[in-house]
């Protein structure tokens, strides 16, 4: 047997015990909290509760933006290693409470090795220090190039492709937002600002929410933008974001967004949030956007003269209606997507009914006959099917939008307008910051019309065909199926 000295012993036994401590632990693998349409979203074992992202952009989209992300948590579990989801950029350095710690990254996965097992009720401050690449993914989501910068794009399963998150709707957190930019340019993000403090030739801009958010809802727009400020009812700062050049022209448009946040209020109650505006981006998604207290718009819908003014401003009723359904009240599983869709469709009909007459019950009648296709096609509302591989947006189908507010209608039609009125300003009220589900709103349904509405609701939400009509026996779902 050799002989070892006793500083020998005590290195091969420092060797031994890290060794047997890395085969007691498992293997980083990517994990989930088991959402039924994003299995491998979110991560199980602790609660964010705040963020603080740090982004420099170089004045380019061709070179990645250099970014600390520091994530404050709370575990639940017990844990040994901590799973974010984080995709689209190089992680250079991770500290878990200021320690230097091991770090893999698995698929969509990074995977911390924090210092030592972690009991449920440890707070941990992770900062990961990476950057975040803007190409290479612009029809997936996250950031999205325009013609002078960036905006983001993060619904459904995006975010973690700009930032390190637990990026599931329903762990929402805190966000304070320092970006740096070339001073030639305006930097805007959800919530207040809270500063811009020059220096050489840039400048950084803090802003931080005043409410807890989805990561999905995060928005940083970068460019040669005109910042446009008015007032909205109660005081409510209301600004809005814009192409220099476009500042005068959208101004028929952006004008009327005090007045549709009045009408909003009169049919759910008090706006929720500190701010609100839009974004209006020089770029084609083909999609407008609910990020929290600044959606984001196509600079086509708003500029164009292809589409009538009502149109416009019901798309513009649709956003705004989801600063309460679907921001407020976040959806507590993407199945759960209906409630959004569904009630910001909803508000959109009814403004466009009351402000353009275009009938409320025509738009039904019209979504009626066609439903048993979409569900067919897509699933029901409350069950739909997962999104097509490598087309997360196809989750967002007809039966999510009309067919959703479909069964509002028939809610209404069921229970009265009088108690349908109480429950969506119970709804918003009652889960306002928080996240809830289909069970909730069945459950309240039931409570404000006095009766169980469960089987009404089976049919509505999970039938393979649409149910009859309420008051309309006359309906019917015409339209072939397609398969």
Do not use: C
Request: net charge negative.
């Amino acid at each position: 047997m050799p002989f070892f000295s006793r500083r020998a012993r005590t290195a091969l036994l420092a060797v031994a015990s890290a060794a047997l401590v890395a085969a007691a632990l498992p293997s980083p693998v990517p994990l989930g909290i088991g959402d039924p349409l994003f299995p491998h979203l979110g991560n199980p074992g602790y609660d964010v509760l705040s963020y603080d992202i740090d982004l420099t952009y170089h004045g380019n989209n061709s070179r990645p933006l250099d970014a600390v992300t520091t994530i404050d948590v709370r575990t639940t579990a017990p844990l040994d290693r901590i799973n974010l989801d984080f995709t689209h950029g190089t992680v250079r350095a991770v500290e878990v409470n200021r320690l230097r710690s091991e770090f893999a990254t698995v698929g969509e996965d990074l995977v911390i090795r924090p210092p030592g097992h972690l009991p449920p009720g440890t707070p941990l401050r992770i900062t990961v220090h990476h950057t975040s690449d803007p190409n290479g993914h612009q029809d997936t989501g996250g950031w999205v190039r325009t013609t002078d910068g960036l905006v983001m794009a993060n619904q459904a399963d995006a975010a973690h492709r700009v930032f390190p998150s637990n990026d599931h709707p329903a762990d929402k957190a805190y966000f304070t937002f320092r970006i740096t930019a070339p001073r030639n340019l305006t930097v805007v993000a959800n919530g207040l600002l809270a500063g811009a403090v020059r220096h050489g030739n840039e400048t950084t801009w803090t802003y931080r929410t005043e409410h807890p958010m989805a990561t999905e809802l995060t928005q940083v727009g970068i460019g040669r933008s005109a910042v446009l400020r008015r007032t909205g009812p109660n005081g409510l700062p209301v600004r809005d974001v814009v192409p220099v050049a476009d500042r005068e022209r959208l101004e028929h448009r952006l004008g009327k967004t005090p007045a549709q946040i009045a009408w909003m209020e009169r049919q759910v109650g008090r706006y929720p949030f500190e701010t609100y505006g839009l974004l209006v981006a020089d770029t084609e998604t083909g999609f407008e956007l609910e990020t929290q207290t600044l959606s984001l718009f196509e600079r086509s819908l708003l500029a164009g003269d292809d589409r009538p003014d009502w149109y416009v401003e019901s798309i513009m009723v649709h956003e705004l209606a989801h600063q309460w359904f679907g921001n407020s009240v976040s959806p507590r599983t993407w199945s759960d997507l209906w409630l959004s869709e569904g009630h910001a469709t909803w508000y959109e009909a009814r403004y466009a009914q009351e402000h353009a007459g275009k009938s409320l019950e025509s738009r039904m009648h019209d979504a009626y006959i066609r439903s048993d296709a979409w569900r067919a096609a897509g699933g029901p509302p409350a069950r739909p099917d997962r999104p097509e591989q490598g087309r997360k947006l196809s989750l967002f189908r007809p039966v999510v939008y009309d067919g959703s507010a479909l069964i509002l209608y028939a809610l209404r039609q069921e229970i009265g307008e009088h108690a349908f009125d109480r429950l969506e300003r119970s709804w918003v009220r009652t889960h306002r910051d928080s996240t809830a589900g289909t069970a909730d709103f069945v459950r309240l349904a039931s409570r404000i019309a006095g009766r169980d509405l469960g089987s009404f609701f089976d049919g509505w939400l999970y039938g393979e065909k649409t149910p009859p009509m309420p008051g309309h026996p006359d309906w019917r779902s015409t339209e072939p199926v397609v398969r």
